[in-house]
């Protein structure tokens, strides 16, 4: 019987059991389906990973190191080349691995660190022939980065998601021609900073408000046609332009791959596409957590870490303490302009100092007031001089004010005039 | 005046860079979007990340980026230095690929180990 089993050795899984281990777990185990550690990290080759973490800029692969090594004093178990089947509502986990064959393991914990998948092209219906050359971002970051091969020499971006833009310059640098960066929204779905130094940098265009509406070709890609959108997102007739190309990348959002949440017949919010999870990133089975890309999809890895580690340390603490005694939990509202918030779930009675709630907004804002309430009435408000749906926003909500809400929470962002 | 969206971290604050006088940078949330304002301006750089050929171990390609930043404008020479190059695993994280690549004075260092395999091992 293992104390807590992590699925998933990425960037949330590693965080999560060094955090459980520390926290005085010593029978864990981490499965990875993977003959390495690290996760997609190891594919993400460009710096700027763990400037809040480590204080100091990163590659991918050397943050995944780290924590490599870290997980490397402790004792916790790895099975790598392993696939979990199955998690059971009694917490016992079916897996499959090279080495070890199929297994059934019980744990008095799991936690759930299985990532994200990237959207294709059959989830946005692009028309067209389906000729090769049509391939994710992640993919062809990993073809490029790591098995060595350039998947295209004239390249068209859907999506200007980090990854897109990453592969923007990725591609240039290895010697393709990126035409252009589609967006069908009017603002980035990226950071900002890479909008600079991966379009900007290199003379790449960005058509903000466009959006790929026809692929050509018969055995390979050679043309894609792009149109201008309205603002409900329809392509406008006349505006199509034509661009020759071999390689189409798609950068398109990311899905929470939640199979296995399913399965074990734990709750998932339509928002996220993740576990809803209380404030300890429980989810609705206890003992059952989940963090990282598999509860909601993060910008920033850093962030990953943070609150793999909370899991981690809750986890640890639901072993070793028990279940603890039935609390009522406070809902936290999506209110205007928020897409969704995590936790969805708050029990004040579990949350030592203060609660951290990240969320996303669903359109770009100036300076702005976000504003919890609860029973009408105003419990905290903080100020951000922009917020944009691409970068996830954090606040924390101290224990005091939480003894204070009156039923559910809600959260809500309304621009502020300035002057 | 002239505004940039500063590259230093996530954050990406908007700086204005007053050229006029003394490149004074204001907008910056931290003392680094202050310098990279300036430089920008003045003499910018960047970090390269890349890969480079690998033999023996369990990916043909070892990522690499340079120790320091180079000058913008050498980018794609930096970036070209790394064709002609082979590395044999087991490469050690940090290991010098190229030393002082194009006069830069930076190196393109490994930025992970990649082990040598059983195969490349045993076939020695």
Known sequence: ?419 | MKELICIVCPRGCHLKVDEACGYTVTGNGCPRGEAYGKRELTHPTRVITSTVRCTGGAYPRCPVKTSGPVPKERIFDVAAALDGITVEAPVRLGQVVVKDVCGTGADFVSTRALPQTDEAAGGA
């Open chain 1, 1 to 419: 019987m293992y104390d807590l089993i992590v699925i998933g050795g990425g960037p949330a899984g590693l965080a999560a059991a060094c955090a459980a281990w520390e926290a005085g777990l010593h029978r864990v185990l981490i499965v990875e389906r993977d003959r390495e550690l690290g996760g997609i990290l190891n594919q993400c080759i460009h710096n700027g990973f763990g400037l809040h973490y480590f204080k100091e800029e990163l590659t991918g692969p050397e943050y995944a190191g780290r924590f490599v090594n870290m997980l490397r004093d402790t004792g916790v178990e790895v099975r790598l080349d392993t696939m979990v089947l199955e998690v059971g509502a009694d917490r016992r986990v079916h897996m499959v691995g090279k080495a070890t064959g199929y297994r059934v393991e019980e744990a008095r914990s799991v936690l759930l660190a299985m990532g994200c998948r990237e959207r294709t092209r059959g989830a946005i219906s692009i028309p067209g022939t389906r000729p090769a050359g049509i391939f994710t971002a992640g993919a062809a970051q990993r073809y490029v980065n790591m098995e060595g091969w350039l998947p295209g020499e004239r390249v068209v971006i859907l999506g200007s998601g980090d990854i897109g833009l990453i592969m923007a310059r990725r591609m240039t640098l290895e010697g393709a021609k990126v035409l252009a960066c589609v967006e069908v929204m009017p603002y980035s779905g990226g950071l900002n900073r890479n909008i600079v130094q991966c379009l900007h940098d290199y003379d790449i265009p960005l058509y903000l408000s466009h959006t790929v509406t026809e692929i050509r070709g018969k055995n390979r890609v050679e043309q894609v046609v792009v149109s201008k959108v309205d603002e409900q997102r329809r392509p406008i007739p006349g505006s199509e332009m034509i661009f020759d190309c071999d390689t189409l990348l798609l950068s398109v959002g990311l899905i929470p791959e939640n199979e296995l949440t399913r399965q074990a017949g734990i709750a998932i919010d339509p928002r996220t596409s993740g576990a809803v999870v209380y404030e300890n990133m429980e989810t609705s089975l206890p003992g059952v957590f989940a963090s990282g890309n598999v509860a909601h999809v993060h910008d920033l890895v850093d962030f990953v870490t943070a609150e793999s580690q909370r899991a981690g340390r809750a986890a640890a603490r639901y072993v070793l303490e028990g279940a603890g005694p039935e609390e009522s939990a406070l809902e936290v509202v999506s209110g205007d302009c928020v897409t969704y918030t995590v936790p969805q779930h708050i029990r004040p009675g579990r949350v030592e100092q203060g609660c951290e709630l990240f969320f996303r907004v669903n359109r770009v804002c100036g300076p702005s007031r976000i504003a919890v309430t609860s029973g009408g009435r105003q419990l905290a408000a903080f100020r951000r001089d922009c917020l944009a749906p691409g970068e996830m926003e954090h606040i924390t909500l101290p224990r005091a004010l939480l003894d204070k809400a009156d039923g559910a929470i809600t959260i809500a962002v309304e621009e502020v005039k300035a002057g």
